[in-house]
């Protein structure tokens, strides 16, 4: 296995710049500026904070209500603060305690849970590794695996240290899972479909995967040079977000990029690819990336709820097709999707650099 530099190393050694690999190109970095001046921002748009609280309300204009801004939000954004979402504060806050006790420890102790991704090994303890076509490196370490269906996670893989890393991770999937579902059922009602459609469509409870990616940003000594992650946007049907209240995530929005705000308690929801592709692009998967800074480590918890590899076809649903508003989205696996993106992405990376 080839030893790969990590970030944090890389941060800690007392740099005062960073190494070629992790600067941005020139286009790139005329939008990068002080995410902290940049979060006290109170004009332009704003990501709209949800309130699931009515979301199962036994008053049907009320259940309505909240049905109808959790969709208005899809349609016009696609990511959103969700507040009042059922899960306890106390489990978010051992999941993130937990999870940053795990990046707290020595560099060699993390490395007996380091990913070995030229294997296929793609869960466990990682940095970007550079295969772009530009070589570009991201301003980041992680922590990937899947966290449920209890039957298909690999507890070997899991960090034994934090002792309650694996029980509070565990209870956090299930209650994420919980949340899926009342958000894919309000959702499908929101675009008129039958309650539990989409995500029938995305494999339903026995097969839709959440896979959790703890990502971790050490202080950088140029901010204004890197990116904590690079623009994308996420090919899950939903990707639920924690953070330890660092600012950092930034959607492209009506042509600009603008910074979410900290909302505590909240968790960060993105409609992602799967969803646009199967409402035929009445949902938004929004461009967004994440910023780094000097003075704080920004960690988050992103859980990506993902429909299987190769069993479900993805393709507009009938019902969003008409001759007005014909398939915007050739059929595809979810594995084909993902290689199509890379495939592109690579391609414009190839272009862009005969450019330059």
């Known amino acids: 296995m080839v030893a790969v530099e990590r970030v944090e190393s890389l941060a ?3 740099i005062k710049s960073i190494p070629k690999e992790y600067i941005r190109p020139k286009e790139e970095l005329e939008s990068i500026n002080d995410v902290f ?21 036994e008053d049907e204009e009320t259940r309505e209500k909240c049905v109808e801004e959790l969709k208005k939000a899809a349609l016009d954004w696609g990511v959103m603060h969700l507040i009042n979402h059922g899960i306890p504060v106390d489990l978010m806050e051992r999941v993130k ?14 490395e007996k849970y380091a990913n070995d991704q030229a294997s296929g090994k793609i869960q466990g303890y990682g940095s970007k590794l550079a295969n772009n076509a530009s070589g570009q490196l991201e301003w980041e370490d992680y922590f990937f695996h899947l966290v449920y269906p209890q039957d298909k996670r690999d507890l070997s893989l899991w960090p034994k240290t934090p002792t309650d890393y694996i029980e509070a991770t565990s209870e956090y999937a299930k209650c994420l899972r919980s949340l899926a579902t009342k958000v894919f059922k309000a959702l499908s009602i929101g675009l008129g479909l039958e309650p539990h459609r989409l995500e029938k469509q995305v494999g339903g409870f026995e097969d839709l995967l959440l896979q959790m990616k703890i990502n971790y940003y050490p202080k950088c000594p140029q901010p204004e040079l890197a990116l904590g992650v690079e623009a994308h946007t996420d090919v899950s049907a939903l990707t639920f977000i924690l953070h330890n209240m660092v600012p950092g995530l930034q959607l492209f929005y009506e042509g600009k ?3 979410a705000k900290c909302v505590p308690d909240s968790i960060i929801m993105h409609i992602g690819d799967t969803l646009e592709i199967l409402s035929n692009g009445k949902f938004k998967s929004i461009l967004h990336r ?15 709820c993902e429909p299987p590899k190769d069993k479900i076809v993805l393709k507009p649903l009938p019902e969003m097709v008409s001759v007005e508003s014909p398939a915007k989205f050739p059929p595809r696996t979810f594995a084909q999707h993902i290689e199509h993106k890379l495939f592109r992405k690579e391609q414009e990376e190839l272009v862009s650099e005969k450019k330059a």
């Not at 001046?37 to 309300?57: A, H, M, R």
């Not at 994440?290 to 990506?304: D, I, Q």
């Open 12 to 14: 800690e050694s007392g």
């Open 37 to 57: 001046q940049e979060e006290k921002k109170e004009d332009g748009p704003q990501v709209p904070t949800i309130d699931l609280q009515n979301i199962e309300s």
């Open 97 to 110: 305690k937990s999870g940053q006790e795990f990046f707290g420890l020595p560099v060699e102790e993390k």
């Open 257 to 259: 990029w603008v910074t």
């Open 290 to 304: 994440g910023l780094v800074n000097k003075e704080k480590v920004r960690v988050s918890w992103a859980v990506f």
